[in-house]
C-alpha cells in the first residue's frame, strides 16, 4: 500500500483567493505527478516533476503552478481561484523506474 | 498522438465474469495499466502488462497484445464491491502516463 497524502481532502473557497494543495508521499519517490478529474470524466495530467528542482507541464494547460523544492513534496498552488477551477485534484507518485503510479486520496476544490 | 479506447459502460451480474477491452494508439510503447477507481475515490493500481500475454492475480486478469494494440481486464467471480470505474492508462515513450476515458462497470445482484 501506497503512502501518499494530500490535503485538503475538501476545499470550498471564494473567487480570487489564494490556493495551495499539498502533496506529500513518504516513499522516497523521483516522480510525482498532478492529474485534474471532472466527475465521471477522464484524469488529465497538469504536472510532473522527476526531481527536486524539476518541474514540467503535463497535457491539460493549467493556470495553476508546482513548486518541488524536497523529494516528499509537490504542492499545487492557483494564485487567484476562479469557478472554472472547480474540480478534483489527484497527486500521485512513482519510484525510479516510472512505472507504477500510486494516487493520493484527492483535494475536491469547489471555487463559489 | 494518444488514443486509448474503452467502451463507457458495461453491466454484468453478480457471480459472472466480465472482460473489459481497451485499444490504444500511442507515440511510443512501455507499457499498459489498469486502475480500479470507485465513485468519488483515487484510482488504485490493478495491473501492469509489458509482455504479451496474460497475468493473473486472483479474480483479476490483464492480457495484452502489443501487436494489435489490444488490451482486456477479466473480472471473474464478480461481485457487487466491483462496481467502479476501470481505467486503461498507457506508459508512453515520454516515460507518462496517458490514461482513457474509463469504463464504468455496474454488477447487479
Known amino acids: 500500500e501506497a503512502d501518499i497524502y494530500q490535503t485538503p481532502r475538501y476545499l470550498v473557497i471564494g473567487t480570487g483567493k489564494k490556493i495551495t494543495l499539498e502533496c506529500s508521499q513518504t516513499m522516497g519517490h523521483d516522480k510525482m505527478y498532478w492529474y485534474q478529474q471532472d466527475p465521471g470524466m477522464e484524469l488529465h495530467l497538469i504536472h510532473y516533476s522527476y526531481g527536486v528542482n524539476s518541474t514540467e507541464k503535463g497535457d491539460l494547460s493549467s493556470e495553476s503552478t508546482v513548486s518541488r523544492i524536497r523529494t516528499e513534496h509537490f504542492p499545487l498552488t492557483l494564485e487567484s481561484a476562479r469557478p472554472s477551477h472547480t474540480s478534483q485534484y489527484l497527486c500521485?507518485?512513482?519510484?525510479?523506474?516510472?512505472?507504477?503510479?500510486?494516487f493520493g486520496p484527492g483535494t475536491r476544490l469547489l471555487v463559489l | 498522438g494518444q488514443n486509448i479506447d474503452q467502451p463507457t459502460e458495461m453491466t454484468a451480474t453478480e457471480g459472472a465474469i466480465v472482460q473489459i477491452n481497451c485499444t490504444y494508439q500511442?507515440?511510443?510503447?512501455?507499457?499498459l495499466f489498469w486502475y480500479q477507481q470507485h465513485a468519488g475515490e483515487a484510482p488504485t493500481f490493478l495491473s501492469y502488462n509489458v509482455l504479451d500475454g496474460l497475468e493473473e492475480k486472483g479474480r483479476f486478469s490483464s492480457f495484452l497484445s502489443r501487436s494489435k494494440g489490444y488490451s482486456y481486464l477479466l473480472l471473474k467471480e464478480l461481485q457487487m464491491k466491483d462496481s467502479a470505474s476501470y481505467l486503461c492508462a498507457v506508459w508512453n515513450a515520454g516515460n507518462m502516463l496517458t490514461f482513457g476515458g474509463g469504463t464504468r462497470l455496474m454488477v447487479k445482484p
Open positions: 500521485a507518485s512513482s519510484g525510479a523506474g516510472g512505472e507504477t503510479q500510486y
Open positions: 500511442t507515440s511510443g510503447f512501455n507499457g
